[in-house]
């Protein structure tokens, strides 16, 4: 709360004790007044035949500040002032009737009150008193208020600013800690305070953004590492049998066959690691893919499967779909991708002769799509492995097969991308099976 805010309510309050006060005190002199007079006015009843007696006993009942008349069909029988203006006297004409008012003169209040006698008619009795004292007492009211608020608005202020200071105090530890924070070096992190509170929560939460990009940054660094050092091989050959064109390739035509063979084969691999590198960091920054476009699995599937087959013609390839027709939230594009993946490291992996299985089921509102070769297998520490970036089970593996190492990183980034799961079970020597779920459409 801004202290504008404060001194406006503080005012309000102010205004509102004071007409509350002023009122009370008011009406509870008004009172005492009036009972006073109504006593008067029984004794002058009492002896209204005796006007000389009145101006005996009047004095008795005056106070400082006070002026009392006891008016008589027009004419004034009997008066006391001590310290009353006559400029605030009722006419003396006017009519016999109860009145009851607090006026100002002169910046004083006074009080006039007159009530007639019902034993004598024609007769009245007037009590005009100063409330000076009154005022007195509540311009002293008012002082204290100022003084007392001004007291409050001093401690609450001092209490607001240590109260924010200890408040903040966490905040400015957390900023002092982001702004040491070396992009280099993100290994830092906030001491979370044992508490329940909003700091705490907001710690927590800063450390586990801060885990994120840590491991974000460490991904990144570890990708370009080994796409360097992948990218190594290929230009060392290219640059190797230029080297080897340069000295021999004038005079030897079968050298340069080889070379361009080579510098050929190298490119094509060089190339298809780009696409793989571009595909890759694609899926990166779409993240979850909210699905725009359907379509059958089983019918993908199917066409996948046939094309294959026309490539992979030393292999059977056995399709089973699924009873019924399955919708996914998937683009064709990326399952015929995923599809292209999984068969071509299938067949990549697996003996002549031997037998790939593509089956489509579903299990538990899910679409499951499995694919399994008869190949050669993984080891089982390997395993955990496979969907890492340029991740190969075996040196051997890497110089027999040519491939990016790559395939099933970008199979796994484009299941997770549409919401589904992807596991990888293998015996070494025996058989490979690959289980991908995705959601369908209901």
Same mark, same amino acid.
């Given at each position: 709360?801004?202290?504008?805010?404060?001194?406006?309510?503080?005012?309000?309050?102010?205004?509102?004790?004071?007409?509350?006060?002023?009122?009370?005190?008011?009406? /509870?002199? #008004?009172?005492?007044?009036?009972?006073?007079?109504?006593?008067?006015?029984?004794?002058?009843?009492?002896?209204?035949?005796?006007?000389?007696?009145?101006?005996?006993?009047?004095?008795?009942?005056?106070?400082?500040? $006070?002026? *009392?008349?006891?008016? =008589?069909?027009?004419? +004034?029988?009997?008066?006391?002032?001590?310290?009353?203006?006559?400029?605030?006297?009722?006419?003396?004409? #006017?009519?016999?009737?109860?009145?009851?008012?607090?006026v100002k003169h002169q910046g004083k209040r006074?009080?006039?009150?007159?009530?007639?006698?019902?034993?004598? =008619?024609? &007769?009245?009795?007037?009590?005009?008193?100063?409330?000076?004292?009154?005022?007195?007492?509540?311009?002293?009211?008012?002082?204290?208020?100022?003084?007392?608020?001004?007291?409050?608005?001093?401690?609450?202020?001092?209490?607001?600013?240590?109260?924010?200071?200890?408040?903040?105090?966490?905040?400015?530890?957390?900023? #002092?800690?982001?702004?040491?924070?070396?992009?280099?070096?993100?290994?830092?992190?906030?001491?979370?305070?044992?508490?329940?509170?909003?700091?705490?929560?907001?710690?927590? &939460?800063?450390?586990?953004?801060?885990? @994120? *990009?840590?491991?974000? +940054?460490?991904?990144? @660094?570890?990708?370009?590492?080994?796409?360097?050092?992948?990218?190594? /091989?290929?230009?060392? +050959?290219?640059?190797?049998? &230029?080297?080897?064109?340069?000295?021999?390739?004038?005079?030897?035509?079968?050298?340069?066959?080889?070379?361009?063979?080579?510098?050929?084969?190298?490119?094509?691999?060089? !190339?298809r690691m780009t696409a793989h590198l571009l595909?890759?960091?694609?899926?990166?920054?779409?993240?979850?893919?909210?699905?725009?476009?359907?379509?059958?699995?089983?019918?993908?599937?199917? $066409?996948?499967?046939?094309?294959?087959?026309?490539?992979?013609?030393?292999?059977?390839?056995?399709?089973?779909?699924?009873? #019924?027709?399955? $919708?996914?939230?998937?683009?064709?594009?990326?399952?015929? =991708?995923?599809?292209?993946?999984?068969?071509?490291?299938?067949?990549?992996?697996?003996?002549?002769?031997?037998?790939?299985?593509?089956?489509?089921?579903?299990?538990?509102?899910?679409?499951?799509?499995?694919?399994?070769?008869?190949?050669?297998?993984?080891?089982?520490?390997?395993?955990?492995?496979?969907?890492?970036?340029?991740?190969?089970?075996?040196?051997?593996?890497?110089? !027999?097969?040519?491939?990016?190492?790559?395939?099933?990183?970008?199979?796994?980034?484009?299941?997770?991308?549409?919401?589904?799961?992807?596991?990888?079970?293998?015996?070494?020597? !025996?058989?490979?099976?690959?289980?991908?779920?995705?959601?369908?459409?209901?």
């Open positions: 709360m801004s202290v504008s805010m404060l001194l406006a309510i503080l005012a309000l309050f102010h205004v509102f004790v004071y007409k509350l006060s002023e009122g009370m005190i008011l009406k /509870t002199e #008004q009172g005492v007044l009036r009972n006073k007079l109504d006593i008067l006015a029984q004794i002058a009843g009492a002896d209204s035949k005796e006007t000389q007696s009145a101006r005996t006993w009047l004095p008795a009942f005056a106070e400082a500040g $006070q002026a *009392i008349r006891l008016v =008589k069909n027009g004419r +004034v029988e009997a008066q006391i002032n001590k310290g009353i203006h006559s400029s605030l006297f009722l006419p003396t004409r #006017q009519p016999s009737a109860t009145v009851s008012r607090v006074f009080s006039v009150l007159a009530v007639p006698i019902h034993t004598d =008619k024609g &007769t009245r009795i007037e009590l005009y008193t100063d409330f000076t004292s009154v005022q007195r007492y509540l311009d002293t009211l008012l002082t204290a208020l100022m003084i007392g608020s001004s007291i409050l608005l001093l401690v609450v202020s001092a209490g607001g600013y240590l109260m924010s200071a200890i408040a903040l105090n966490p905040v400015r530890r957390i900023s #002092q800690t982001v702004k040491k924070l070396d992009p280099s070096h993100l290994d830092s992190r906030l001491i979370v305070p044992d508490t329940r509170d909003e700091i705490a929560e907001m710690s927590r &939460t800063f450390n586990q953004l801060l885990d @994120r *990009i840590y491991e974000s +940054v460490e991904r990144q @660094r570890q990708f370009v590492a080994d796409a360097s050092h992948e990218l190594r /091989t290929p230009v060392s +050959v290219i640059r190797g049998y &230029t080297n080897l064109l340069r000295r021999w390739g004038k005079e030897d035509p079968q050298v340069i066959k080889e070379a361009l063979e080579a510098i050929d084969q190298e490119a094509a691999r060089m !190339e595909m890759l960091a694609r899926f990166e920054d779409l993240g979850t893919i909210r699905g725009s476009e359907w379509v059958e699995l089983n019918e993908v599937c199917g $066409q996948r499967v046939r094309h294959w087959r026309n490539l992979l013609s030393d292999r059977r390839l056995i399709f089973t779909p699924f009873s #019924q027709p399955l $919708q996914i939230p998937v683009a064709r594009s990326d399952l015929e =991708k995923l599809l292209d993946i999984l068969l071509d490291n299938a067949g990549k992996y697996s003996r002549r002769n031997s037998t790939i299985t593509v089956t489509v089921t579903s299990v538990m509102g899910e679409a499951k799509l499995v694919v399994e070769d008869t190949g050669e297998g993984i080891p089982r520490e390997a395993i955990p492995h496979v969907f890492e970036r340029f991740y190969r089970a075996s040196q051997a593996r890497v110089k !027999e097969k040519s491939g990016s190492g790559l395939g099933l990183a970008i199979a796994r980034q484009i299941v997770e991308a549409y919401g589904g799961r992807i596991t990888l079970d293998s015996r070494e020597g !025996e058989w490979t099976r690959v289980e991908v779920i995705l959601p369908i459409s209901h």
